[in-house]
């Protein structure tokens, strides 16, 4: 730094320090240049409020929330993406509702509802998809751009006009100390910082109709959303409507119970491959003496035999491990979660494994609830499919 530029930052701080300390008052600028900063900086402020709010109205979810900010806008234009890279709530619900849906069969009054309740919940994490990118593209974006140039391009010139009053107010504070000609100087950096600071201010705020657009914007991408979310939920109230008349008329099927001799019948009569059975009780021929009137009469029972549990090849089937054959993991510690949308577990659990988020985070499910957790909480024992 220049020993002229040293010289007036001493200035600057030493009025700084009179104004703050001692109370003097430096020179007031006209109202209408007071109204227009007192503008611009309430602007600042909600721009930034907005952006952090409208984030978190399109993903409670942190790790979500982190992901949206980092969406490339300019590939969805262009079409190359068609999805946000995080899983939606309304998607997670669908594939656990499709996946038992499926498992109940189509015989299953329930499981074919939980099957188009599914698709549903599948459509609506795509509309919600596309709502993220459309807010996104059309009133994030701008928002930031305009916090990024416009805004911060205005409260450069009110810092750069607050450093030259300052400079101006004491030189004139030291009028007949200080040669005229830079006071002069002063005057002149002054008035010319001034008039660019109120020249920005006024046109920013006379063109905040762009503001106004891109809120529109954001109304029409949420109209959109739950205009499309209606139609889903209106096709899929009228499915079910239909599914619950229709298993109410359906005659009742009579139960018709089994006993159990004639399922071990059944089970005997199926041995193949080599499957046979041994009996826990020997036959036994049971002697029976009846008696009329002193006449005693002698019955041979038929033989009973009871078959055990089969054996092929000798061997006896071994209970199946507790470990499901889909991906999985045991958990090493317990974890609780902080977070909307975060699966809670204790150390030792069994966890299915539905998608790996990033390399930070799994996504699965426990006890019928779905989520995410951190990878170095567990360990694989089935890994996902590459």
């Known amino acids: 730094m ?5 010289k007036k930052q001493f200035h600057k701080a030493s009025q700084l320090l009179s104004e703050k300390i001692s109370g003097v008052e430096g020179t007031k600028l006209d109202e209408d240049f ?18 952090s709010k409208t984030t978190e109205y399109l993903q409670p ?11 490339n806008t300019v590939s969805k234009i262009r079409g190359q993406v068609k999805t946000t890279g995080y899983p939606q709530t309304e998607g997670l619900l669908g594939d656990c509702m499709l996946r038992y849906g499926h498992e109940l069969g189509e015989d299953s009054a329930f499981g074919c509802a939980l099957v188009d309740m599914g698709e549903a919940m599948r459509q609506m994490a795509d509309i919600k998809d596309a709502l993220d990118i459309n807010v996104k593209q059309n009133f994030i974006d701008p928002l930031q751009s305009l916090q990024d140039k416009d805004l911060k391009e205005i409260t450069h010139h009110l810092k750069k ?12 504070k ?23 600071a109120e020249r920005s201010m006024f046109n920013f705020l006379e063109n905040d109709v762009e503001q106004v657009s891109q809120l529109s914007a954001l109304i029409e991408a949420a109209l959109e959303y739950h205009r499309q979310s209606s139609e889903i939920l209106e096709d899929l109230s009228s499915k079910l409507q239909n599914k619950i008349s229709t298993a109410s008329s359906r005659p009742k099927r009579e139960f018709k119970p089994k006993s159990i001799m004639s399922s071990i ?13 041994s009996s826990s009780i020997k036959s036994a021929d049971i002697q029976i003496n009846h008696t009329v009137n002193g006449k005693t009469d002698h019955f041979t029972s038929v033989p009973l035999s009871w078959p055990e549990s089969p054996t092929t090849n000798g061997n006896s089937h071994r209970a199946e491990s507790e470990v499901p054959d889909q991906p999985c993991c045991r958990s090493l510690y317990d974890f609780e979660p902080e977070n909307e949308g975060e699966l809670g577990f204790k150390e030792g659990d069994i966890i299915i494994l539905t998608n790996q ?3 930070n985070w799994y996504e699965g499910m426990i006890n019928g609830e779905s989520g995410f ?14």
């Open 265 to 277: 019948e059944t089970i005997d009569n199926s041995q193949h491959n080599g499957l046979s059975y």
């Open 174 to 196: 030291r009028q007949g100390k200080i040669p005229d000609e830079e006071i002069r100087q002063a005057v002149e950096k002054f008035e010319e910082s001034k008039d660019l």
């Open 373 to 386: 957790f951190p990878i170095n909480y567990v360990d694989v024992i089935v890994p996902l499919p590459q």
């Open 61 to 71: 979810n942190p790790a979500s929330r982190a992901k949206l900010g980092m969406l």
């Open 161 to 172: 006009l607050e450093g030259r009053r300052l400079d101006f107010d004491y030189k004139k």
């Open 2 to 6: 220049s020993v002229a530029g040293f």
């Open 34 to 51: 007071m109204e227009m900063e007192r503008k611009i900086e309430v602007t600042n402020k909600s721009v930034f409020d907005l952006l």
């Open 357 to 359: 988020i990033d390399e």
